[in-house]
């Protein structure tokens, strides 16, 4: 791997922290990459399916996953875990994403993981050929492709310090605080940089010096690298190493902070948990001394770090290693954002011509399209271009549950509310509210106890006495008329077309057994048309290739009694039809059809 990151990295994002997240779409935003860099977040916590941030002027919506496994699944591209659980947990989380695999590298924020668990972690990870940037860093960034967090600071820091686009040098610091500055040094007395990590602050971090210095060694964007070390350890001699093999030929600046430590009588350790000399090698001094005998371009001190950069970019720059960089167009992201109140992820009318999920309206609806209302369900309630046979079975099932007649109950209230001279709207509305889970519901409930008993490999008489201790008829089974011998053409017709279109029927093949025993008990406990659409529709989904708890979803949001909804409308607003065109009059039920019991009222006005 010669780049950590390149503009077409993606990461997910473990504990949804708003405001990192905010920073890294408003840098995409600004150096114009064409994806946001963060595909997901993983929120173990949240109820929701999604998080809205700003990309620039306009919004979008970043999924939440319950746990890394999911979110990687649905963003197989996303090969960057920043990892921002706390220090009780960031083992864990990290060590679930090595392996569950396909992370390139993964960053810890999280400061003071136990020692014993931070060398297991950085060993599994070297074995899995996982670069971890951390515990305790703010991370990394390539200019101008990919920046971690809150690396950089705010965009006109980020602008300030052109780290909005690659520069020449190479930055590797163990400080995350330091490393801001040093971009702003480097963008003064240079060009900026090429790419940068800050490795972390703790004593056992996962990618050291040598680890990110050998890939810079490779990365023709890098010119030149500068090494921020400190007080305390003996990564820099790896360097030295590196440098005397042959393996770092590119001209390193280095400087270790923390050499007051030598005015000091006893050890001091120096903010982060790996500041802390116990050897005399392991001192600021001693370090500096030997990474300048190595050739590496160490100053007098830290204030002559300026220079020194200064005088190796120029030398450079002089000899062609490094030619002028043309400043890119940015975007600039406004200083006033207005959250949305609305999305709307179906329909899009802002253009000249509104589409339905992506395609214009007239693409489907005029009939040399051959497309049908299933075409358009399918995409407006679905965001999906199913297949002609399933198409086709959606609208079967609409056409076959639009109306049972005028006696059912929302037929029934339709046809009084019309007769009370309200609009089509008022009758029709009075016709729906009675669809629950006495009318119309039976297809959501065939649904969800079907399948359940499927997924649980209940034979048909567990599925029986399953529903008898829920206390819950069959959804789906029984029929007022029909019968074995007498059966219901609507449910026959459904199960042919199924049988001739379906690649499979596996609920609908369970379902049956299940009829099988219903019915030797009595004739008429048959699979009936709701509970035969509702089968028929989890068989289709499945065909069609849905994730099980994606079809439980379905069913629980009532999905599939929308289906009966929208037959049944066609119904209902006949029904309002016929009653205005017969001019009927208002309705009154007859008395002798009430069965009255009215007794007088008892006494309270004394007590």
Known sequence: MTKLYTKDTQAIFWNNNKTAIQRMLDYDYT??????????????????????????????????????????????NADVLLNFASFRTAYDVTMEAIEIGGFNSIMVTAEGIPERLARKMNHTARVAGVTVIGPATVGAIAPGAFKIANIGGTIENIVNSKLHRAGSCGLVTRSGGLFNELSNIIAINADGIAEGVAIGGDRFVGSVFIDNMLRMEKNPDVKYMVLLGEVGGTEEYKIIEAIKDGKITKPVIAWCIGTI??????????????????????????????????????????????????????????????????????NICPKVRRPKQFICTISDDRGEEATYAGFPISSVATPDTGKGIGDVISLLWFKKQY??????????????????????????????????????????????????????????????????????????????????????????????????????????????????HFPSTPLLDYA?????????????LILNVDGTIGILMVDMWRALGYPEDEINEFIESGTLNAFFIAGRTLGFIGHILDEKRLAMPMYRHPMDDILYDVQEAEDYTSK
């Open 31 to 76: 150096i114009k990459r064409e994806t946001p860099s963060v595909a997901a977040i993983v929120a173990p916590t949240s109820g929701n399916k999604f998080e809205k941030f700003f990309y620039g002027p306009d919004e979008v919506m970043v999924p939440l996953f319950k746990n890394t496994a999911d979110a990687k699944a649905a963003h197989p």
């Open 261 to 330: 430590a030598k005015h000091f009588s006893s050890g001091v350790q120096f903010g982060h948990a790996g500041a802390s000399a116990n050897a005399d090698a392991e001192t600021a001094a001693a370090k500096n001394k030997a990474m300048a005998e190595a050739g590496i371009y160490v100053p007098e001190s830290f204030n002559e770090l300026p220079a020194t950069i200064n005088k190796v970019y120029e030398e450079l720059k002089a000899n062609g290693t490094i030619s002028e960089i043309k400043e890119p167009e940015i």
């Open 387 to 500: 297949p002609k046979w399933a198409t086709d079975f959606i609208e079967t099932v609409m056409k076959t549950v639009a109306d049972h007649g005028p006696a059912v109950s929302g037929a029934h209230n339709a046809k009084v509310t019309a007769r009370a001279g309200k609009s089509v709207v008022e009758s029709l509305v009075t016709g729906l509210l009675t669809i629950g889970p006495r009318f119309g519901g039976a297809i959501d409930g065939a649904a969800k106890y079907f399948k359940y008993a499927d997924d649980n490999n209940l034979d048909p008489k567990e599925f029986l006495n399953y529903m008898k201790k829920e206390g819950v008829p069959i959804p789906g089974i029984g029929h007022r008329i029909k019968s074995l011998k007498n059966p219901d053409l609507r449910v026959t017709g459904l199960m042919n077309y199924a049988a001739e």
């Open 512 to 524: 049956r057994t299940v009829e099988a025993l219903t019915t030797s008990k009595k004739e008429n």
